[in-house]
């Protein structure tokens, strides 16, 4: 593809555009007056004018008028910054301005072509100017020595000639402009600094007649990035500007219902529409429940409704055990309703042909064990699955994206096999009734709102009836979380003034006081409900696409005086800290929807325990092994705990 000026025009527009979205403030330290380094760039050759006259023994029959190229430019730099405005440049090197001229046609009717070599030793001493940031401006003249003068020209009725062109100046004194951008990559506290910093710059066609004949002139775009280093000074101490007032840290604590207590949980259970396979393997998983056939005609989907589980939330273990049955479940489901179809989406990194082997093997058992018809379903393969977790660009724990997308997802328009829930397709839920002992339930919540931003820790002090202290922390975030239990020892009872102490970032001291009740209820049983809000690896993805499922839902089972516990979770996968306020912000979102429908039903006394775990591997509802368990980990949990 020929380059043009235009062309190269609009991609200089197009990087100095980037380079003015990345200008962003950078903490100035004491910076080098002078800066070394070097710089490699492509010039963008335009070629305007008359050539005809090669040299002294050959002169084309038709003139050649206009041209392009893409030649390398190097040089070696230095640069002067007496002040942080105004400063000095100097480039130093080869320059290369070759190119070809577009084809012509002889008066013999014969295409004629030409293509030059040129290239001059250049220096471009240039005045530079900061705008904002690290952003700058260049310009100044050019000075160029001609190095090498040759063309190649071609006619078909005479001989293909190589040489040198004559009359070409030796020495070029011309002008160019340009734009930058100083991207620092050294350590701030570093005395060595280096910069890396693309840039742009425009060779105009004024004084740039590379020949004393003829009105051949060039002009020139030239795109390209430098790599700068300087030797700076040890940087001044500065005194902190800013002084954090007290008043902008919000102290709340938010305590538990009671301690301990065992309670029976209904449990509406969502199960995704996935079945994940493992790398390197077309065989459905051993972990899913695959039944004989003998075993598969007495299966029924009820028999899933009474897992039983007493330690802990029990919630992994006892999801997932139901979850690993889905496709039982599925062909229950479809044994049960004979007019329902499905279509089977498998999908696999390595094309569409394997995930097409994946849908086919899932097909296989529901044909084979559970006798459904092979014509109720469809199977088709993919590369990628309609809602992937691996994003365009994406480059950071690839491995784990990629499990979660080796899979086949089931779909169905029939509404007793699965349900739209938020956009989202999952098979229709399971109840399960269990009892159990949720250990989170029992956390005491210390809320310290702008912690993270104001403050460089904070400690709690927590002084019961007798006077004796326990002291935790110290926390960094806006959230620090103790174990009811913990705080009572072997006490049954217990109230507790509590002071919270931090130092502002600017090192001023903070105090806080709130109290809080404590009450362990060993051997109480209470009912609940249990429903779960399932999120994809989507940061769209918010807890408003379920506002109808919240209000039609679970809102109407929100009673006068019931507590809810809003609980919200992510997996491993991203950062930790954009986990923590993704978790948080759906659970704070799922309350506020909840909130509104219980005001609009005229029930106001409900209590709300809400919070965020992020990734916090201790806190989640399952492990991150396998990409079910991490997909069941983007969720909001919420249980509704009504007056007894």
């Known amino acids: ?344 989406a498998g999908a696999s990194n390595n094309g569409k042909v394997e995930g097409r082997v994946l849908a086919d093997n899932v097909k296989q058992y529901l044909v084979s064990t559970y006798g459904i018809n092979a014509g109720r379903i469809a199977t088709e393969g993919r590369v990628k699955p309609v809602n992937p977790s691996e994003q365009p660009g994406a480059t950071k724990e690839l491995e784990l994206l990629r499990e979660g997308d080796r899979r086949v997802d089931i779909v169905s328009t029939s509404p007793e096999l699965l349900l739209q829930v938020g956009g989202d397709m999952m098979m229709k839920p399971v109840q399960i009734t269990n009892t159990q002992q949720n250990e989170m339930d029992g956390l005491v919540l210390f809320n310290v709102k702008g912690a993270e931003k104001q403050l460089k820790s904070w400690s709690l002090d927590l002084t019961d009836e007798q006077g004796v202290v326990q002291h935790y922390g110290p926390f960094y975030k806006d959230q620090g979380t103790v174990a009811g239990k913990t705080i009572l020892n072997n006490r049954a009872e217990g109230t507790y003034q509590v002071v919270m102490t931090g130092e502002s970032k600017s090192g001023l001291p903070l105090t806080k006081q709130g109290a809080v009740h404590l009450v362990r209820q060993a051997e109480a049983v209470e009912k609940g409900m249990r429903y779960s809000i399932l999120f994809d690896f989507d940061k769209s993805n918010a807890a408003s696409t379920y506002s109808k499922f919240l209000n039609d839902v679970v809102a109407p089972l929100i009673t006068d005086g019931a507590t809810v516990i809003v609980h919200g979770h992510t997996d491993v996968i991203g950062d930790e800290g954009y986990n923590q306020k993704l978790s948080e912000s759906r659970a704070q979102e799922t309350q506020k929807i909840l909130e509104k429908a219980l005001a609009s039903a005229g029930r106001s006394n409900v209590k709300f325990q809400t919070t965020g775990y992020g990734e916090n591997v201790a806190e989640a509802p399952f492990h991150n092994t396998l990409p079910e368990e991490r997909f069941y980990n983007r969720t909001v949990i919420i249980d509704i705990n009504p007056v007894q």
């Open 1 to 344: 593809m020929l380059f043009n000026i235009k062309k190269a025009q609009k991609a200089s527009l197009a990087l100095t555009m980037v380079i003015f979205a990345c200008s962003t403030a950078q903490a100035q330290t004491t910076q080098p007056t002078w800066w070394f380094g070097v710089s490699g760039a492509a010039n963008v050759i335009s070629y305007t004018g008359t050539t005809q006259t090669l040299n002294s023994s050959l002169i084309a029959p038709a003139a050649f008028h206009k041209g392009n190229g893409v030649r390398p430019f190097g040089s070696i730099l230095m640069e002067y910054r007496p002040s942080t405005v105004f400063g000095g440049m100097l480039n130093v090197g080869y320059d290369g301005r070759g190119g070809k001229f577009d084809n012509v046609i002889a008066p013999c009717n014969c295409e004629a072509t030409l293509s030059t070599n040129t290239s001059y030793f250049t220096v471009e001493p240039s005045l530079r100017v900061n705008l904002i940031s690290n952003l700058f401006v260049f310009a100044g003249p050019r000075i160029a020595f001609n190095l090498q003068k040759d063309f190649s020209y071609t006619h078909e009725l005479q001989p293909n000639t190589d040489g040198e062109i004559s009359e070409m100046r030796n020495t070029i004194l011309s002008g160019q402009a340009g734009i930058g951008y100083d991207f620092p990559i050294s350590s701030a506290n570093s005395t060595t600094k280096v910069l890396l910093s693309p840039f742009v710059s425009y060779h105009p066609y004024f004084g740039q007649d590379p020949r004393n004949i003829e009105s051949w002139s060039v002009s020139t775009v030239r795109a390209g990035l430098a790599v700068k280093f300087g030797k700076a000074g040890k940087a001044a101490a500065e005194t902190p500007a800013v002084v954090v007032p007290t008043g902008e840290v919000e102290f709340t604590i938010v305590e538990p219902k009671s301690i301990q207590v065992k309670r029976v949980v209904s449990e509406t259970l969502p199960l995704r529409n996935s079945v994940f396979f493992d790398k390197g393997s077309n065989a459905i998983p051993a972990r899913y429940a695959l039944l004989s056939n003998t075993a598969a005609e007495s299966f029924k989907e009820a028999q899933l409704q009474q897992e039983a589980t007493v330690s802990g939330s029990g919630r992994s273990e006892r999801q997932l055990n139901v979850y690993h049955n889905i496709l039982n479940i599925l062909g229950d489901r479809l044994r049960a309703n004979p007019s329902a179809r499905v279509s089977l």
